[in-house]
């Protein structure tokens, strides 16, 4: 993408000095083994649920915020530039697009972490990748992320993590919207259709990111092999690729994202076609 580093979001808030102390992991995953918190970590990326700090909120000890120092390099600096630049232009697409409805967008938070923070949903862990709470309106990333997504996914370049936080946008869109809040009821109804539901979501979300894209093509930002750059990111966290890659077989009955198909076409879909309507996954859409 063609962007100027050095400009940092007002909506972006920066908490990679802080560590915490207490609570997380004693309570819980701290009497774990070796084998069962690497299944808790993997479940994690999988489903984009925080198990490790769920286990580790148990113990009822609270976490303390200790303010230090932000050491960093040239090169996380610059990732901070990238994602502060994807996260403002982003959400300048979002409020045209709201605008054009006769709706107002309320911008989301961006913040960046190491290793744990607390938030209005619980206890944060970069171990569950990048994710979106809606109790506070924040996305949350540990950018060491960004370096699994291309070493272990096989997903680099800047578009790919353009994608990524693109599509936690898309869930505050969703949140902005009802449609989070509308998919919780239903899936508290009927439980059995919470899975489905979830994939929906998701690949509602991936359809938003791919509307964002289409604006940076319109407005000629984008360089060549952006977008395969983005479907790759797609593919690489589908559902039945994390699962082949966890050495299980693959159970569509545990999908909560939807395949790397799936994950493709519906940004795909975004991007081709720009509208708000090419993306009810929720009408019958595959």
């Not at 994690?44 to 000890?61: A, I, N, P, Y």
């Not at 599509?167 to 869109?173: F, K």
């Not at 977008?227 to 559902?239: I, K, M, R, Y």
Request: aromatic share 10%.
């Amino acid at each position: 993408m063609r962007w100027t580093p050095g400009k940092r979001s007002s909506n972006l808030e920066d908490r990679r000095g802080q560590r915490l102390s207490g609570g997380g992991f004693g309570g819980g995953a701290g009497r774990l083994g070796l084998g069962a918190t690497v299944v808790l970590v993997v479940l994690s990326l999988v489903f984009k649920q925080d198990f490790l700090g769920m286990l580790g909120g148990g113990g009822g000890v609270a976490s303390t915020v200790v303010e230090g120092p932000i050491t960093s390099t040239p090169e996380e600096e610059k990732e901070v530039d990238f994602v502060s630049f994807v996260l403002d232009d982003a959400q300048s697409t979002w409020t045209a697009l709201f605008e054009a409805e006769g709706r107002q967008y309320k911008p989301a938070t961006l913040v960046v972490f190491r290793d744990a923070t607390e938030t209005a949903c619980g206890f944060g862990q970069s171990a569950t990748g990048p994710f979106y709470c809606p109790g506070d309106q924040k996305v949350y990333i540990d950018l060491g992320f960004f370096q699994e997504l291309g070493s272990q996914y096989g997903a680099s370049g800047d578009f790919a993590k353009a994608y990524v936080l693109s599509h936690e946008i898309g869930h505050h869109v969703q949140t902005l919207l009802g449609t989070s809040s509308q998919v919780r009821q239903l899936q508290s109804d009927d439980p059995s259709r919470a899975n489905t539901l979830s994939v929906r979501m998701e690949l509602q979300a991936d359809c938003y990111a791919g509307l964002w894209a289409r604006s940076t093509a319109q407005r000629d930002i984008l360089d060549k092999g952006d977008v395969d750059e983005g479907l790759a990111a797609a593919a690489a966290v589908g559902d039945d690729r994390l699962q082949r890659m966890g050495g299980g077989r693959v159970n569509p009955d545990a999908f909560t994202h939807g395949t790397s198909a799936q994950r493709m076409e519906w940004f795909q879909r975004g991007f081709t076609d720009g509208r708000l309507s090419a993306c009810d996954t929720f009408g019958g859409g595959r």
